[in-house]
């Protein structure tokens, strides 16, 4: 009798989790918010990207801690699962930070806007990121590589650099190598300034060293080839540099986008064979307004778009800055574009600006929403194969 009881409370035990979990279950999507994982807590993956493998999503991003020097790296790049975008399950500390004082990755290092993408000749899962070495501010300005056989990891750290050493961009005038116009006859911030940092200034002071890299993003194009494209120039000038087969290393083949255009996080996508790309000003942790760029080829011309975002708060990117374009999948034109509202006082308190891209012609527009669910992209969808469909079309 005894053991039919203990078992009668075991079953309504089980019940009452099986219904606590389902009442848990997040089933859109809220701006600014606390998130919480599957276990209830805020997700902690900042500056972060999502990779699509084998049915499921994965983001990884910068795992903060709290209190003033919290976005400095004491525990590594942190990641989750989904198959939803809606409920994530922490996957832990994928990168570790090293104990050895020697280590480029030592605790207390920072490590920024990890991206992972895999490669499909290797199988390998290849990351990289921002990576500034301890002590040393922002100065060192390296990108930095791991990598892993599960998407999950552990990834092994295997080096990190200033890219394209000794490579001129493809797009720089051939003539502009041999310009002796140095930094030490200009004054910054002056009109004659910025058309010197167009014609390569910065190029030509980092040519030997490498070039600085800071804020990142990595692209895969639908040819397989990779990009990497990084803040270089102090901050001045986006890079776009072609990645290797196997995405360990850089080509040599590089270009510039908006010279002295002062662009940080960009992230990326392709819509109807077109790369579009939003990035922000550079104001630190400061929300400012967004910009965005299209072009025909990777490679450019970029054409400025301007200000992605519409309605209140778009002066100030609704109080965000990008991280990355996430292609919902399975949706034609679906794309959501991610977003950091940070808290650089108490930075494990960061929240994420995620919103669906909408598009008028080529140019990505962003709107605030409270609340949305990915239905959003089947009406727009069902939309244009309807347009005579009126009433409640979308949750806008
Ligand atoms: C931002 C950048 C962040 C971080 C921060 C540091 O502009 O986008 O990733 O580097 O500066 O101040």
Not at 30 to 35: N, P, Q, V
Not at 201 to 215: A, K, P, T, V, W
Not at 306 to 312: L, T
Request: aromatic share 12%; glycine share 10%; proline share 5%.
């Amino acid at each position: 009798m005894k053991k039919h009881v203990n078992f009668l409370i075991l079953l309504l035990f089980l019940g009452v989790q099986v219904m606590a979990q389902g009442v848990k279950k997040n089933t859109s999507i809220r701006s600014g918010e606390l998130w919480p994982d599957t276990d209830g807590k805020h997700i902690n993956a900042h500056g972060g990207g999502v990779l699509f493998h084998k049915g499921k999503y994965y983001w990884f991003g910068e795992h903060k801690t709290a209190g003033r020097g919290g976005n400095s790296t004491l525990f590594g790049v942190g990641a989750y699962v989904s198959d939803d975008l809606y409920n994530w399950k922490n996957a832990g500390i994928v990168l570790k930070v090293e104990e050895d004082a020697s280590s480029e990755i030592v605790k207390g290092c920072v490590i920024e806007r990890p991206k992972v993408v895999y490669n499909q000749k290797t199988g390998k899962f290849v990351m990289w990121f921002h990576l500034e070495l301890k002590g040393k501010g922002y100065e060192a300005a390296r990108t930095g590589l791991a990598v892993s056989d599960s998407p999950t990891g552990p990834y092994t750290y295997v080096k990190s650099f200033r890219p394209n050493a000794g490579q001129w961009p493809m797009n720089l005038d051939p003539e502009l190598k041999h310009r002796t116009v140095g930094m030490e006859q200009l004054k910054w911030w002056t009109d004659e300034w910025r058309r010197e940092v167009e014609k390569g200034l910065f190029i030509r002071r980092d040519l030997e060293q490498g070039q600085m890299s800071r804020d990142m993003t990595v692209f895969v194009d639908d040819d397989g080839k990779a990009y990497h494209i990084h803040s270089s120039e102090e901050n001045l000038t986006l890079h776009i540099a072609e990645l290797t087969d196997d995405y360990m290393d850089f080509t040599g083949k590089w270009s510039v986008l908006a010279p002295a255009g002062h662009n940080e996080a960009p992230a990326i996508g392709k819509r109807n064979g077109k790369y579009f790309m939003i990035t922000s000003g550079c104001t630190g942790w400061e929300p400012n307004e967004a910009r965005s760029f299209v072009a025909e080829s990777i490679w450019g011309p970029w054409k400025p778009l301007g200000n992605p975002a519409v309605g209140e708060g778009a002066d100030r990117t609704f109080e965000s800055q990008s991280t990355y374009i996430l292609p919902v999948q399975g949706k034609k034109d679906a794309f959501i574009f991610m977003a950091d509202r940070w808290r650089p006082r108490n930075p494990i308190d960061g929240r994420y600006v995620w919103l669906p891209l909408e598009f008028e012609g080529d140019k990505p527009v962003l709107k605030w929403q409270d609340e949305w669910s990915l239905d959003v992209f089947n009406t727009k969808y069902k939309k244009k194969s309807a347009p005579a469909a009126k009433g409640k079309a979308s949750a806008k």
